[in-house]
Structure formats: C-alpha cells, structure tokens
C-alpha cells in the first residue's frame, strides 16, 4: 500500500476544538509500536484508490448538505431573520431586533458558518485536491479525465464555500492545500480576489463535471451546477458577459427546461406544477422534474439520511407555533401529518406575505402554495374544524398564527408528526433562479429587453402578467426572487453580495427596531473573535464597524 509522508492537520484551527483537530488529522505523529494510525480512514489508507476517493467524496457531500443540517436552527437563522423577508419574531428570540448589540464578533452563527467553512468544508476539499494530484497516486487513475472528474468535484464544493465566505464576511484569508503544522499567520484576500479564487475552481468544476446525462445518481454534482454559481461568481466580480454565457449554457443546453406540467407523485391530487415541486419525492430529476439542479437529500430511517439535525427542519424554524393556539374552550390545536409542529423561529415579513402578491393570477400565491387560513383541529373541542379567526395579541400574531409558502411542508420524518422535521430534500439550486441569474446579468449590462423576457419567463410559468423594460431594476429582480424562491434561496447572502441588505432592511423589515438599528456596516458580517485571537502570529483585520 502506498504511504504518503505528510501529516495532515486541518487547514484553520480557529475555534476548533482538540477533538476536531485529531479527528482530521492524517498519518501518526508518534510512531508508538511501530503500528498504523488507529483509523482506517485516514487520508494515507485511505486515498489509495478510486474506492477510497469515493469515500471521501461522500463525505464532501455530507458536509456540503450540513451547512443545512449541522444545527436545529443555523441554516435559517442565517438566512432569513434581519432581511427584507423574515425575522425572528417570538418574545424570547433577541436576533436582529437589535443589530448593534447582537451582530458582533462574539455571535453564534457568525463563528458556526466560519468554522463549518474553514474546519469542515474547504479541508475535506483540500485533502482530496492535494491527494488526487500527487503524483504518487498517478497509479490510480486510467486517465486524466478520471483523475479530473474528482478533483473537479472537491474544488467545485472548494469554490462554493469561498463564495459564501465573501458574500457574508468579505475578504478572506484563502488555503488552498494541506498544513503539515499549524499556521498562525493568516491574513485576508480582498473580498475580489477571494471571488476569483472561487471563479477558478468553478471554471474547472464546470470543464470536467460529467454532463447530467452521466450522473451516477441523485444529488451528485454536473457541469450545470458549476455554470449555475459560476454565473453567480462573474456576477460579483463585474464579468456580466461571462455571467450570462455560463447562464446559457444551463439554460440552452436542452438538459433542462422550467416545469409547466404537473409531474410527479401527487400530480393526481388537487394542486398545480409549483406545488408539485415541492412535494415529497418531486426534487429530484428521477421524478421527472427537469428543473432541479442540485438537490441536498435526506432519507428517512436511515443511519446518516437526515444528518447531524436528523431531517429537514423547515417546517419547525419557520411554521408558525400552532400548538400554542387555543380553541375558545381551552383546547390547543394538535400537531398534524399534513402541517407538521412548527415554532415560529422565524416568520415572514409583511413585504414577503402580502406586498409583493399583488396579481391575483401567479399561482406562486395559490391556496396550494401559501397557507393563509387555520382551524381549530382538536377533537375535544367544540370549535373543531371551524377558522381560527385574526388574532390581535402580538406574539400570537408574530410567531404563533400567520401565513407561510406550503413549500415548508412535508410528510413528518419517521412518521412522527411532532419532531418538527419532514422528509423533504432540499433545493440548492434550480433552473429559475438560473434564468434570474441571467436576468440579472443581463440587467447589469444594459440589456433590459433580455432581463425582462428572462424574468417573463418564469413569471409564464406561474401564469403572472407579464413585466415590460420599464419595470426591470435590482429592486424588481429581488421581488421576483423572493416570489419564487422565497425561503428556499439564502436571502441573506443574495443581499449582501448585491449590497442591498441594509437598504432592504430599513425599507422592509417585520420589526420596527430592526430596521432602525440596521447600520451601513453590518453590509459584511464581522470577522469573528476566535479566529483573530487565535492568529497569533498576523494581525487578521476585523471588518470596519466592530
């Protein structure tokens, strides 16, 4: 068996405890016995071969599909409270009804994101980056082409997690291999040059990814999903004509199309083709459903299927705490198959729920696709079945009753209606936000004839009149985004990257004291505190305003 004479910590140690840090590491610092390191998938045994590679590709895209699942609440929290369309809203919750005092170094989710990057993701990349192309492992592959098709994977997830790292915190320190010794002397790229970084591994992700028609299975990553956030990518760095000719080539390659008709498991049941993409089993392209793109998968009963958080939990962050409302008699409505047990941790705003559904014709809006009524379902009482009427207490009003898209509903994970999670996959990317891409390109680059039939396009599919030129503007692509990628899309990181967060907060924002303490700064998310204290040997710039 080859042996490889590197031993491989992981790449940052910010905040990162010993535990993690062992757990990375590849290879035996003593030589105790003389024995082998005690795992047998260490990096050495391990990416030895095309089986052991595909391991650790496996584990890359456990990882990518944790930045949704490594916590009950950190994937929403991060992207929706203290935007222009959600917010935290229960009495106990303290998010962004302050920003001053909550956005600070110190923060949760400001520490948790960085380190799922910088000790999770970009070292897991790194490791099969380094190991496929050394040459000692040239045995291994039959062609280059093979050889490519895995690097191209591990810099693809590479290239996202740089891409989220500057869209949130701006410039970044970037690593691109694997550290025999800690480092303690990091300093930052600029937030450009952190995008060109991501743009490279992107570009090649999208040479050697297979086309969809050769993909093993669902879930894994095509050539499409690398022109899909390449597209993205050139748009943060002012390249529209490469951000529209990446677009193109999802959208004109004839592998993909919007789904017009309904598909699909339920496609027999009342509903319409936006419901149906949504619905249990539908997310995926072996459902019929050509518009997916890249899907995180969850599977029920199943060591592993519902990662760290055991299942999607959509329905628990942002359904509203209907068991907290009482039937006149005193009854408390009951957690159900069909409407989960939410707990209102984060709702939409107004501007989400009602100001942007003003065509009563896109069926975005439909009852089949947003919930706007409720009835008492308790059995024991004497209101059963009857419509809860408007409620006027506030944290009833806030966070126990209101309207939500029924995109966050699914069949109860493990047939357990009362864990607040659901069997669901969830969309990273699909062919809609594709073409808004584009129109967002084309905008930027002067062509609102093209960005208007790009967004006419999808707004078609949901049946919703028809823009002209005169109505296309960064403000109107983000209303058409939130229309139909409400919740699905991290707003937060859309916003930031188009430097409109603050903006849309003070215009939009659910709570009065966000949208006043909502500052410039807090454009960027601050460079969280562990990773400063810890750079010893640099001084790792904090972002202005913290």
Not at 322 to 342: A, H, M, V, Y
Not at 352 to 380: G, H, K, M, Q, V
């Amino acid at each position: 068996m080859k042996k490889f004479n590197v031993h491989v910590s992981t790449n940052i140690i910010w905040g990162i405890s010993l535990l993690f840090i062992l757990s990375m590491t590849v290879g035996c610092q003593d030589e105790y016995l003389d024995e082998e390191p005690l795992s047998s998938l260490s990096a050495d045994n391990t990416l030895v071969s095309q089986e052991g590679f595909e391991i650790y590709l496996n584990g890359l895209y456990w990882t990518s599909r944790e930045e949704y699942s490594q916590n009950d609440n950190l994937y929403f929290i991060t992207n929706f409270p203290g935007t222009d369309i959600g917010e935290d809203a229960g009495a106990e919750y303290f998010t962004y009804r302050n920003w001053v005092s909550y956005l600070t170094p110190i923060n949760n989710e400001v520490t948790a994101n960085w380190n799922w990057a910088y000790s999770k993701i970009i070292p897991q990349a790194n490791t099969i980056i380094v190991y496929a192309n050394s040459p000692e492992n040239d045995d291994t592959w039959e062609s280059e082409e093979e050889r490519n098709a895995v690097i191209a994977q591990a810099r693809f997830f590479r290239g996202y997690a740089y891409n989220f790292l500057a869209n949130l915190y701006g410039g970044v320190p970037i690593v691109d291999t694997i550290m025999a010794n800690p480092k303690f002397d990091y300093t930052r790229s600029s937030r450009e040059e952190v995008y060109e970084f991501a743009k490279n591994d992107l570009e090649f992700a999208a040479e050697w990814l297979v086309s969809v028609d050769n993909v093993p299975q669902d879930g894994k990553l095509t050539s499409a999903v690398a022109n899909h956030l390449l597209s993205e990518v050139y748009i943060s760095l002012g390249n529209y004509d490469k951000a529209i000719e990446s677009a193109s080539k999802v959208i004109e390659s004839g592998n993909y199309q919007l789904m017009t008709e309904r598909f699909g498991n339920y496609q027999d049941e009342p509903g319409d083709v936006f419901s149906d993409l949504f619905r249990d089993g539908n997310y995926n392209r072996s459902s019929g459903n050509l518009e997916s793109l890249f899907v995180w998968q969850f599977e029920q009963f199943t060591e592993g299927g519902g990662g760290s958080n055991n299942g999607n939990s959509s329905i628990r962050n942002l359904g509203p705490f209907l068991t907290k409302i009482l039937s006149p008699d005193g009854f408390p409505n009951l957690p159900t198959d069909e409407l989960g047990r939410g707990v209102g941790r984060a709702r939409g705003t107004n501007y989400a729920l009602y100001d942007i559904w003003d065509d009563d014709s896109d069926i975005r809006n439909s009852e089949f696709n947003f919930r706007r009524d409720f009835y008492y379902n308790n059995p024991s009482s004497s209101s059963f079945g009857a419509l809860i009427p408007p409620i006027t207490m506030a944290e009833d009003s806030l966070r126990n009753l209101y309207p939500y898209p029924r995109k966050i509903e699914g069949n109860p994970w493990n047939e357990n209606n009362t864990s607040g999670r659901i069997t669901n996959d969830v969309y990273v990317y699909r062919l809609a936000e594709t073409y808004l891409l584009r129109a967002e390109a084309y905008l930027r680059n002067g062509n609102t004839q093209n960005a208007a039939d790009d967004i006419n396009t999808v707004r078609q599919r949901s049946n919703a009149i028809p823009i002209s030129t005169g109505d296309i503007s960064e403000d109107y692509i983000l209303d058409e985004r939130a229309r139909e990628l409400l919740f699905e899309e991290p707003r937060r990181k859309t916003l930031m990257r188009m430097g409109k967060l603050v903006d849309r907060v003070q215009t939009y924002g659910l709570l009065e004291s966000s949208r006043t303490t909502v500052q410039e700064y807090h454009n960027l998310w601050p460079i969280p505190q562990t990773a400063i204290d810890a750079n010893l040997g640099a001084d790792l710039e904090q972002n202005p305003g913290y």
